[in-house]
């Protein structure tokens, strides 16, 4: 009896451990959103807006969002239904949202059916009601906490983040915006973005989940302007001395003009030693009335004047040297040598280039934590020269793994579609390589044109790839060009250019960045490591 008691005992265990075991995997394999609860909030658009979004009714906001599907899906999302409109339409949360001391995950999808080439498809996390708005006069001046998302227009091609922050000194609301921040994908596939504000001051920015942007938000060198004031400031009432001496180089005083040097000697001469070539046709014009041409018959001489046949080039001209009034050609002149100056000497009186004093920055304050607002609403207020734009799958959560686990069950499926549908188009039209090459080439120029060091020439990097986009034939001309920019950039750092007089600045260090744990970074950090004379054409005479 005891055996068999113990027996049962034992079956029973297992049992349970069993099922125990199996509604682990199931609620571990289980990545429907619908079965996560710790989503702040989520916004799938499966069924209309309207009644639960409000449409902005201020101004000149007057471009129609609708309720559609995604090009090749059964999956809706909220529609820009018109070019060259500007829009706006807000969601209230039930719950602020805080920006403090917890992990806050913001995402969103977006496709850009029509393509992007002048326009923005970003949200703004808006401040409460109390701060100055209301739904429907949502418009461009209202408060936000945040601004994220894709904008591109012109020399602009970047994933907006910015915060406003209060500055405790002064009252005001400053825009504090990411430096360097990752370019916009140029197809018109749907991508997700994902902004992580961690503790201790950490931000990612992810686009289809993967890193493309880490930052600090105390860091002077991810935001602009940071969000601590520097120390000092240049005293505005500092004024430079009259005696002050900026220049480095003077004209040699003692320098005297060489009696030889002509300053009045041109620079070409005839040349006295040309001879006309044998057989140049003196009495032949270079240009003959053209044999072939005929009157038009609705040509009226009252009205239109005398009737002259088209000029055509002389073919008696082809076979000899020249035709026409033979000229000396013009030579260097051995004599000329320009205007004279008195070479340059180093100036004794030299100061360097002048600078006010800094003084003490009346704004400055010391900072341990940003103090966000927190987050009533969700808006998206935009200006668009494109149609077509898509919203679709907006998240707030307080945790990276469920914003994950989202991306993998309403992204990934839509993308992976579209992708493939996107090589089979390339490859039925025969330009299947050329278009992948193409791709893989503009995403390598979007990404030179992030590198920091470059920010100097971006708008020109960004100019040639805008062009190589419109015309991808030019590919590989554009691709050369960047080259040659490159190198030019490399040639200048490397053998340096014209010297600048040096400037003596008090450094300010940078507050250090922490040190970053977010799974799946690997990729990001290893990217990093990797990254660091012609004729002039014969003039044709018009007689009138």
Sequence with gaps: MEEQKRSLMGIFTVLLLFISISSFQLLCASDNPDDIDDAIFYES????FEGRWTVSNKGDYNGVWKHAKSEGHDDYGLLVSEKARKYAIVKELKELVTLKDETVVLQFETRHQSGLECGGAYLKYLRPQEAGWTPKEFDNESPYSIM?????????????????????????????????????????????????LKPKNELRVLIDGEV??????????????????????????????????????????????????????????????AEKPKGWLDDEPEEIDDPEATKPEDWDDEEDGEWEAPKI???????????????R?????????????????????????????????????????????????????????????????????????????????????????????????????????????????????????????????RIKIHDLIQRGEKQPNLTIGVLVSVVVVLLTIFFKLIFGGKKKPARVEKPYPAPKESKA????????????????????????????
Excluded at 156 to 164: A, M, R
Excluded at 371 to 386: K, L, N, R, S, Y
């Design 45 to 48: 658009f499966d069924e209309d």
């Design 148 to 196: 994220f998302g894709p904008d591109r227009c012109g020399a602009t091609n970047k994933v907006h983040f910015i915060v406003k922050h209060k500055n405790p000194k002064s009252g005001k609301y400053v825009e504090h915006h990411l430096k360097n921040p990752p370019s916009v994908p140029s197809d018109k596939l749907t991508h997700v973005y994902t902004a992580i």
């Design 212 to 273: 493309k942007k880490k930052a600090n938000f105390l860091s002077a060198d991810d935001f602009e302007p940071p969000l601590i004031p520097p120390k000092t400031i240049p005293d505005p009432d500092d004024k430079k001395p009259e005696d002050w001496d900026e220049r480095a180089k003077i004209p040699d005083p003692d320098a005297v003009k060489p009696d030889d040097w002509d300053e009045d000697a041109p620079m070409e001469i005839l040349d006295e030693e």
């Design 313 to 327: 080039d002389n073919p008696k001209c082809d076979s000899a040297p020249g035709c026409g009034e033979w000229k």
């Design 329 to 457: 050609p013009m030579k260097k002149n051995p004599a000329y040598k320009g205007k004279w100056h008195a070479p340059l000497i180093d100036n004794p009186s030299y100061k360097g280039i002048w600078k006010p004093r800094d003084i003490p920055n009346p704004d400055y304050f010391e900072l341990e934590k940003p103090d966000f607002e927190p987050i009533a609403a969700i808006g998206i207020e935009i200006w668009t020269m494109q149609d077509g734009i898509l919203f679709d799958n907006i998240l707030i959560a307080n945790d990276g793994n469920i914003a994950a686990s989202y991306r993998e069950t309403t992204w990934k499926p839509k993308y992976n579609i579209e992708k493939k549908n996107q090589k089979e188009e390339d490859s039925d039209g025969g330009s299947g390589f050329l278009t992948d090459l193409q791709t893989k080439v503009f995403e390598l120029l979007y990404k030179i044109e992030d590198i920091p060091f470059l920010s100097d020439y």
């Design 517 to 544: 744990d977010q799974s799946g970074e690997e990729n990001y950090e290893n990217k990093e490591k990797e990254e660091t004379s012609t004729s002039a054409p014969r003039r044709r005479i018009r007689r009138d």
